[in-house]
Structure formats: C-alpha cells, structure tokens
C-alpha cells in the first residue's frame, strides 16, 4: 500500500469545517483512498472512501486531486466531538488473505469552543 | 448502522491463564479481523477470517488462536497469558464483494483494554 502524509496536528473552531489534507503521491490507479478516525479510548471509526471521484456521505466529504496525489477531507459543521485522531490511507481494491489496515501517526484534530 | 460489539471493554487476566475476547457483528459481515494497538506500534493485525470455520493468520499471530464458528461470532484466545499481550484489542469487520476484499470499508468494535498481570 501507498504511504500517506498527513500534519500531525489541526486545530478548528466549532461550528467551522474543518479540512484536513492528506498526500499519497506514490498512490498507483487501483488503490482507495480511505479516511477513518479514533476518537480518545474508542475504536476507529470508518468515515468515507474514493477511488477518483470526489465523494460525499453524511459525515464528510472527501475531495481528490486529479492527478490523485492529494485528498482532502471536509468536515463540513465541526463539533466538539469531532476531536479525534484522523488517517488517511490507500489501499488495493482487491486482495486474497490477511488484509489487515495499516494506520500511520495520522493529524490530530482539536476543535476549539 | 453496522454494528460491531466487543464483550468487554477492560479486562484483567494473570500470566498463565486462557483468555478468550468475543466479538459480534450483526451486518452478516463475511470478513472479520482481530488487531491489538500499542503506543508507537499502530494497529497490528492478529488474525483474519473471510468465511465460518475459516482463518488466516495475520502478522503477530504467535501466542493466540481464534475461533469462527458462526458467521457474527469471531473469538480471538490467548491461550496462555502473558505480560507482553497487555494491549488494547481490536474486533473489525467487513463485507466481502466476490473477491474483492480490499475495497470494502472495516467497522471496528469499541475495543477491549486487555491488562495481563
């Protein structure tokens, strides 16, 4: 799988979208760009995933580059809960066997009353 | 929503003891993984089932053994406990569309804090 970059830290105010930026520009044409994040003591949460389109669901947005390097996603009305450790990875849209995730340090984001 | 649920969310064993960790999903998930999470280590994959009685090992599958013997149910075992399996452990689990694994998101359980004395 293609290696991610990510800030290692944001900060947002509540009530503002928060954009976190992601960039994979080793990325190769069949692998997803995927978006989960933990919240403190809870396990990961699945958010949005993309292959080429920009994608929307009803917790964020996700928005890829054409070139596929780069994604952002969007959190469109920030809240307090949405304080959490957020990652980016890519992935294979296929695979045999083991098929574990691999998280790296991902961006801590801290929404700010 | 999928629903992925972890018997216990803390848990304190002694060295030598069996320990079992239960999870159950109720999305009719074919996949189903276990991981544990360390500080500094990152999420490791233990062991991976796509199908009832079915497993593969992941990549730290010394010291535990897992059990699928219905489709909701993936149980993960320590079968003798020690002080190095204090972890954070992790249930997932995905959809299988035909043989494409990869490309299905995985749902993950709240977790069971793990202390082994």
């Known amino acids: 799988d293609a290696k991610t970059t990510q800030p290692t830290s944001m900060d947002c105010a509540e009530g503002r979208a928060a954009n976190l930026p992601c960039n994979h520009s080793?990325?190769?044409?069949?692998?997803?760009v995927y978006w989960y994040r933990q919240i403190h003591s809870q396990g990961p949460q699945y958010i949005i995933h993309?292959?080429?389109n920009n994608e929307t669901n009803e917790m964020a947005s996700l928005i890829i580059t054409e070139d596929r390097k780069s994604s952002t996603l969007i959190l469109p009305h920030a809240t307090l809960r949405d304080t959490a450790v957020y990652y980016c990875?890519?992935?294979?849209?296929?695979?045999?066997?083991?098929?574990?995730?691999?998280f790296g340090k991902g961006t801590h984001l801290i929404i700010q009353p | 929503d999928v629903k992925v649920t972890q018997s216990s969310r803390y848990l304190v064993k002694r060295t030598g003891e069996k320990v079992f960790l239960e999870c159950v999903q109720d999305?009719?998930?074919?996949?189903m993984f276990w991981y544990r999470q360390d500080p500094g280590l990152g999420l490791r994959l233990i062991y991976f089932?796509?199908?009832?009685?079915?497993?593969e090992k992941g990549d730290i599958p010394e010291g535990y053994s897992v059990s699928r013997e219905k489709k909701e149910r993936f149980s993960l075992i320590l079968e003798s406990a020690s002080t190095n399996q204090t972890s954070m452990y992790l249930c997932?689990?995905?959809?299988?569309?035909?043989?494409?694994?990869?490309?299905?998101?995985?749902?993950f359980g709240d977790g069971t804090r793990l202390s082994i004395l």
């Open positions: 997932a689990s995905s959809l299988l569309v035909g043989e494409r694994i990869g490309n299905q998101p995985q749902h």
């Open positions: 999305m009719d998930h074919e996949n």
């Open positions: 089932s796509y199908d009832v009685k079915m497993k």
């Open positions: 080793t990325i190769s044409g069949n692998e997803y």
């Open positions: 990875i890519v992935r294979l849209s296929s695979g045999g066997g083991a098929d574990g995730l691999t």
């Open positions: 993309g292959l080429k």
